[in-house]
C-alpha cells in the first residue's frame, strides 16, 4: 500500500492531508497583539479585544496605575453596561474561557504576561458565565452538593446566588462564587 502525503498552504496555514484526513498545522505569529494606542490587547485568533488595564485602573502609556476597582456581579454588569454606552463599543464580562485564554503557564502570580498586561491584580476576576463545560443533571451522590446542602430543589437557587470567576493568582476558575462578593473586573469586546 502506497501513502500520498501532500502539504498544501490554506487559508489557516500549512495542512497536511493523508487520504480525507486534514490536519492543520499551529498557526504561527504571535497570539496577541498590542493595539496602536497601546491601551488594549487583541486575541488576534480568538478576535478579542481586551482592556489592558482592569477597571479602576489606567494605561498611562507605559504601564497600568491606580487602585483597582471590586465590583460584586450585578455592579460589574451595571459598570460594562456604563461603558459599553459611553464608549459606543460593545464591553462586556468576559466568560470563563475566554479570561483563562489570558492565563500564560510561564508566568507566576500573576499567572499573565506581565507586558501584555502589566499590574494585573492576582485575585479572582469576574466572569459572565452562568455554567462551565457540558453541565448536566443534579448528582445526588456528589460528596460536593452534600456538604454544600444541595438538594434537587435547592440546585437553581444555589446557581442564582453564585457566579463564576478565574483567579489570576494560579489559573483556577471556580464558580460557587457568592455574586455579592467584591472583585476585579476585566472587560472585553469582540473585534471588528
Not at 491601551?39 to 480568538?46: H, M, N, R, T
Request: hydrophobic share 40%; glycine share 8%.
Amino acid at each position: 500500500m502506497t501513502r500520498r502525503f501532500l502539504w498544501r498552504e490554506g487559508l489557516c496555514g500549512l495542512v497536511w492531508m493523508a487520504g480525507a484526513l486534514a490536519v492543520a498545522a499551529p498557526p504561527t505569529g504571535p497570539r496577541f497583539r498590542v493595539s496602536d494606542s497601546g491601551d488594549e490587547v487583541v486575541d488576534v485568533q480568538a478576535k478579542l479585544v481586551w482592556r489592558r488595564c482592569v477597571e479602576g485602573m489606567s494605561w498611562t502609556g507605559a504601564t497600568c496605575e491606580g487602585v483597582p476597582e471590586l465590583f460584586d456581579h450585578s455592579q460589574a454588569q451595571a459598570h460594562a453596561t456604563r461603558v459599553f454606552r459611553s464608549s459606543q463599543l460593545p464591553w462586556r464580562l468576559p466568560h470563563v474561557p475566554e479570561l483563562k485564554r489570558l492565563i500564560d503557564a510561564r508566568y507566576r502570580y500573576p499567572a499573565v504576561d506581565p507586558e501584555l498586561f502589566p499590574h494585573t491584580p492576582p485575585q479572582w476576576h469576574w466572569s459572565a458565565s452562568v455554567s462551565v463545560g457540558a453541565g448536566g443533571a443534579f448528582n445526588p451522590y456528589n460528596y460536593g452538593n452534600i456538604a454544600q446542602g444541595r438538594t434537587p430543589s435547592s440546585v437553581n437557587q444555589v446557581a442564582f446566588l453564585h457566579g463564576w470567576a478565574v483567579d489570576f493568582a494560579n489559573g483556577e476558575s471556580k464558580g460557587e462564587i457568592l455574586k455579592r462578593t467584591p472583585m476585579v473586573l476585566r472587560l472585553v469586546r469582540v473585534a471588528r
